[in-house]
Structure formats: C-alpha cells, structure tokens
C-alpha cells in the first residue's frame, strides 16, 4: 500500500569509580554484567529470556526506573504501511504521539521491514517488545516515557532491547525530547553492547567526580547513552520537542 497507513484502537546504580592513580580496566566480570542486568528483573510470560543465563531479564524497552514489567503488556496489529514511505511513517508517528500525549502507560508503535503496523501497550515504567519477537527485526520504533518518570535519555533497557531485536532506527519521547538511535549494519551482541555501556557508566562517573563542570546537571544519563553508541557505530540524536 503506497503510503496508506490504517490506523486500529488504541484505547541508576551507583557507580563505583576508581581512586586517583588506580589502574582501570576495560574487562567486565560476570558479577558486573549480573549486577546490572538484576537491577531491574522483569516478570512476563510468554517471552523470551536474555541469552546471558544468568539473570531471567527480559527485554524491555522504557524510563528503567522500576523493577517490574507486570504481566498484563499487550501488542496488537494496527494496520499496514509502505515501509520505504518515510513519510508516512513520520505522520503516523505524529498521530501516535498525539494519542498518547498523556497516557500513563508506556506504548510502542512498530513498524515492520513487511509493512505490518504494531502496538505494544505496557505499564507505567516500561512496555514489552519482546511479545512481537522476529518481527522488531529491522523495525522502525518509538515508544513514550510516561510524563515524570523520564531520565531525559534512552535508559539502559532501552539500548539492550534495541540492539538484542536488531531494529534499525528505535526512538522514544517525553515531555521535553525526542531521542533517536540508528543501527549500523554490524551486529552488536550482548557483550559488545553490555561492555561498551559499562565503559561509559564508568567513564561518565569519572568525570562527575573530578570534571563535574562537563555534564549539566540532569543529563548523567544523557552522557552514558551518548558515549556508549559512539562507541558502538550507532547515530544518537536528541532533539527538544
């Protein structure tokens, strides 16, 4: 469908940073990995689980301030659009926005590389894209961060499940931005990504502590989000709305 679009219904862990002169190293133990995946278990059924083995995380996109995903997320098909009619993806995501400008739930419209359009509705703090499995694969996404409860950046579910279901461009919004992240072509496993964050978590530590004059305040998150895609070949943008 040339640029049809039919729409349906729709109703941080403290950072551990090194004394002066220690010697710093870039290898993540099992325990960090672990430490930061269990900061926030999630309990779903009928998704899959992180290929760690360690944790029982599910993916998730969302703020990343609570430890639940509750077990009543939902997804639904929508309708159907010509993928490679940016435009009208732009609209629709104009529409989505509008719909959901004072939801107090997060939700997630997707759009599929075969044109099928989805919605995945979950709680307050985070909404499940892993219930759409294979289809998040070369998707484009956004999802909201309910107002309040935003970091003012990607939190760190959403750059894992990003990259985990290998969409192309993921975006996500709140009261003050619009956030962006477009993959690169390479993949980026697990590890890449889990380390590549650590190293920003640690460096943006580093300089809170010693440079705290380079990071406005409010903007921690920011600043690790921003590092760790540089890092990892992705275009990071956030613009104010």
Request: hydrophobic share 25%.
């Given at each position: ?13 403290p950072v551990k940073v090194p ?24 309990n779903v059924h009928n998704s ?60 997630c419209r997707v759009f599929c ?129």
């Amino acid at each position: 469908m040339q640029g049809k679009y039919t729409g349906g219904s729709g109703k941080e862990s403290p950072v551990k940073v090194p004394p002066v002169g220690a010697k710093v190293t870039n290898k993540v133990t099992a325990e960090e990995r672990k430490e930061l995946l269990s900061r926030n278990p999630v309990n779903v059924h009928n998704s899959s689980v992180d290929k760690f083995g360690e944790s029982g995380i599910i993916s998730g996109r969302g703020s990343g301030k609570k430890p639940y995903i509750s077990e009543n997320h939902t997804y639904e098909k929508i309708g159907e659009i010509d993928f490679s009619d940016k435009k009208a993806i732009a609209r629709s995501l104009q529409e989505f926005e509008h719909k959901y400008i004072d939801s107090d739930i997060e939700h997630c419209r997707v759009f599929c590389p075969n044109g099928e359009v989805y919605e995945v509705h979950g709680d307050r703090f985070r909404v499940n894209t892993d219930l759409l499995g294979d289809k998040m694969e070369g998707s484009i996404n956004e999802h909201n961060h309910v107002i309040g409860e935003s970091q003012y950046s990607f939190s760190w579910e959403d750059l894992e499940s990003s990259a985990k279901d290998k969409s192309y461009i993921s975006m996500a919004y709140d009261e003050k931005f619009r956030y962006s992240m477009t993959f690169p072509d390479t993949e980026l496993t697990e590890d890449i990504v889990y380390e590549a964050y650590k190293r920003a978590e640690n460096s943006v530590g580093n300089d809170l502590k010693f440079y705290p004059e380079r990071i406005p305040i409010g903007d921690e998150q920011h600043e690790r989000i921003k590092r760790a895609c540089k890092e990892l070949g992705i275009k990071y943008s956030r613009v104010p709305r």
